[in-house]
């Protein structure tokens, strides 16, 4: 009998991946797509970073590399915590994983009993709450919104800890809303997590090199808690490296050990390839991120001056990232043809029909009444989806 195992049947598929999908099946049907939904810089590796991967191979790292990843790539990510983070770790404290997700499962699947809570401000980042699941924790949703640029209050984190909770996750910048914690944020949430000692911190900060505002902040850096945050990073977005796949940890060396432990049962080190490509681009330093950072700013300005003149759009102020997450449940209830909107799903797959633009209802994210929109595409093509966008929502009614 067909039958897949319950772990599996409650998890969902997500919604980034799933969308993305539905825009290449309707591309090779020969639709003209414009695609928003996929969270990914669409630049080229840097040529440093490929140089070093094709002297990799020429320098045969073709065997297993360590469980927990080679020492030199580990020493670049503490020698990258130190110099832009301030952030002081030893090479048994860092894992390298396959992507900073395979990091963050990681994670879980070392920490979390079953009935164990995790904390997870919405909107939160597709997966979080599905890895949660998969670890036998609970997942506690606090609801955050626009009005408060999406962003939870040290008294809502207060409020929703109680004995069984075990950690708490977040990205800073946002994913999906553009949005970052300021350095008084994190200390307020810092002293309340304090308070709590049995509570671990996974610090999700993939987007840090797309920062429109200044410097990075962590809040691995309050000294109360940093023996208890997990620092999640990896080379995806800031250096335009998707496919290479490599994440890290910055993590007390307990659970640095532990997710070593786990990762060799489960995938053993990641592609020695992509590391020594990951290497490079760590030692090269992140000035090499801030032209693609510029561009990027520049989009979320048009973006969002284009998004003043769609009536029903609801926007704030991203900081990083390349998202914009406006409310739109304006449109809740109307209708077209043989479309009615019960919420942003049905909005998104609309707009994919009827203007062949894909985005992703904020369903997936905690967060019904928004849709996201990613602006990691040229200013051609994003006016274009812009247009196509307006113009299917004008006709709803």
Known sequence: MEKVSDRLNKMAVSATLAMAQ????????????????????????PEHIKEAAKKAIDDNFTHYPPVPGYDSLRKAIVNKFKRENNLDYSVDQIVVSTGAKHSIINVFLSILNPGDEVIVPAPYWVSYV???????????????????DFKMTATQLESAITTKTRAIIFSSPSNPTGNLYSKEELKNLASVISKHPNIIVLSDEIYEH??????????????EIKDRVVVVNGVSKGYA?????????????????????????FTSGACTIAQKAAEAALNA?????????????KRRDIVLNFMKDIPGFKTNLPEGAFYVFPEVSYFFD????????????????????????????????????????????????????????????????
């Not at 890895?131 to 408060?148: Q, Y």
Request: with cysteine.
């Open 22 to 45: 539905k825009s290449r099946d309707l591309q090779a049907q020969g639709v003209d797509i414009i695609n928003l939904s996929i969270g990914e810089p669409d630049f080229d590796t």
């Open 130 to 148: 599905d890895m949660v699941g998969l670890a036998e924790g609970i997942p506690v949703v606090i609801k955050c919104d626009i009005n408060s």
């Open 285 to 297: 330093g992140s000035e090499q991120c801030k032209e693609m950072t510029a561009i990027f700013k």
């Open 334 to 397: 109307k209708k077209y043809e043989n479309y009615t909107i019960k919420d942003s799903n049905d909005l998104a797959l609309y707009l994919l029909d009827k203007g062949h633009v894909a985005t992703v209802g904020g369903t997936a994210f905690g967060s019904p009444e928004c849709l996201r929109f990613s602006y990691a595409t040229s200013e051609e093509l994003m006016l274009e989806a812009l247009n196509r966008i307006k113009n299917a929502l004008a006709l709803l009614k």
């Open 241 to 265: 490296m998707t496919g290479w796949r490599i994440g890290y940890i910055g993590a007390p060396a307990w659970i640095a050990k532990a997710v070593t432990k786990l990762q060799g049962q």
């Open 210 to 223: 797309i920062n429109f505002v200044g410097k990075h902040e962590s809040i691995a850096q309050f000294s």
